[in-house]
């Protein structure tokens, strides 16, 4: 079923949630939340009813007020947007979908259709998720994150090579600060851990004569395993956080977190200051950094030694014969496969 245009969590819910969330263990007087949502007590014991729903739960104390004790397990709009930070309210809105076919199409129709940016959509389930290369992203409704953030940058189109780079290190910065985990990011933005992939980015604009017009960044990250595994062709080459981090993962702090950084993240390139940290990025989160890389370049096959990237993004291979090689596009592999590393 098509979701209405533009649907976005209660306004009254993010700002309960937002008194809960800052009130931690203390209770919270029924007479506090009427006067933060400037509404009657009623109306705050309605709207607890609507979260309660959602899968929220609240612990009501007498005279002491309510407090909250259980959040959703799963993606949650009202609690994604009062977990952003507040500062963010103003201009940036979130759509939570049960289903779509694909979370950059569904941007793109609603760029189409006027929806205010930055926006950013999220689905349980994509039918027809799209990866890099024309290739389809497995998307099944099993708690993995599929989102995408919304622009209509006005930029020059010969700004944007670089973006996909700077969008691809960021991701992988945030995910390995907020998993402690060791994550690299592979040319030019593959999320990867020893060799295997657990996340990518396919960024798409539409483009007017002088501008970007339109711009989303879609995300797939796979916090979770298939329940039935890995389909056959994937086994040996996906990963998940959830395995890589042996860590139960809250995927609503999780996906705040990657979308505050990613809101972050944009407006740095829309500055154009970003150019030094991009660099110091990808020398740390490199995955091919003086690896044996094999590419396609026509018809002729590439080996060589990978140098990291330079100003335009390009991707930099040192040939046997002694040439420094530059890559806009394509498709690199690992030349040897990554050494195994033991699990203990
Ligand atoms: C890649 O090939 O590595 C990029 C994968 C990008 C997948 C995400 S999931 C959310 C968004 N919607 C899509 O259809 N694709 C991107």
């Known amino acids: 079923m098509k979701p209405p245009p533009f649907d976005q969590p209660s306004l009254a819910e993010v700002i309960l949630l937002r008194a809960f969330l800052e009130a931690g263990d203390t209770f919270i007087s029924g007479t506090t939340l009427a006067h933060r949502l400037g509404l009657s007590r009623v109306a705050v014991w309605q709207h607890l009813a609507r979260l309660r729903e959602q899968g929220f739960d609240f612990e009501a104390a007498h005279a002491r007020g309510y407090r909250l004790t259980t959040r959703p397990p799963t993606l949650n709009a009202a609690l994604l947007a009062a977990t952003l930070p507040p500062a963010r309210d103003a201009d940036f809105s979130l759509s939570v979908l049960d289903e779509i076919d694909s979370t950059n199409d569904e941007a793109m129709r609603q760029l189409t259709a006027g929806r205010p940016t930055p926006f950013a959509l999220l689905a349980r389930h994509q039918t027809e998720g799209r990866g890099r290369l024309g290739r389809r992203w497995l998307s099944e409704p099993n708690g993995n994150l599929y989102l995408t953030l919304a622009f209509r940058p006005r930029l020059p189109p010969a700004r944007m090579p670089t973006f996909t780079l700077w969008a691809g290190a960021n991701l992988c910065e945030l995910i390995a600060t907020f998993t402690r985990t060791t994550p690299t990011v ?159």
């Open 186 to 344: 592979k040319w030019p933005n593959d999320l990867l851990f020893h060799g295997r992939k657990c996340g990518g980015i396919l960024t798409e604009a539409r483009i007017d004569a002088d501008h970007i017009r339109d711009l989303v960044i879609g995300i797939g990250l796979n916090l979770a395993a298939p329940a039935a595994g890995w389909p056959a062709e994937l086994r040996s080459v996906a990963t998940s956080l959830a395995e890589q981090s042996r860590a139960p993962l809250d995927p609503n702090r999780l996906t705040a977190a990657l979308l505050g950084r990613m809101l972050a993240t944009y407006e740095r390139f829309v500055a154009g200051d970003h150019q030094a940290a991009l660099a110091d990025l990808w020398h740390r989160y490199d995955a091919l950094r003086d690896r044996e890389v094999s590419l396609l370049d026509g018809e002729e096959r590439i080996t060589g030694i990978a140098r990291g990237i330079d100003d335009t993004g390009a991707l930099l291979v040192r040939t046997a014969a002694g040439r420094t090689r530059r890559f806009q596009a394509g498709e690199v592999t690992f030349a040897r496969p990554p050494v195994p590393v033991s699990k203990s």
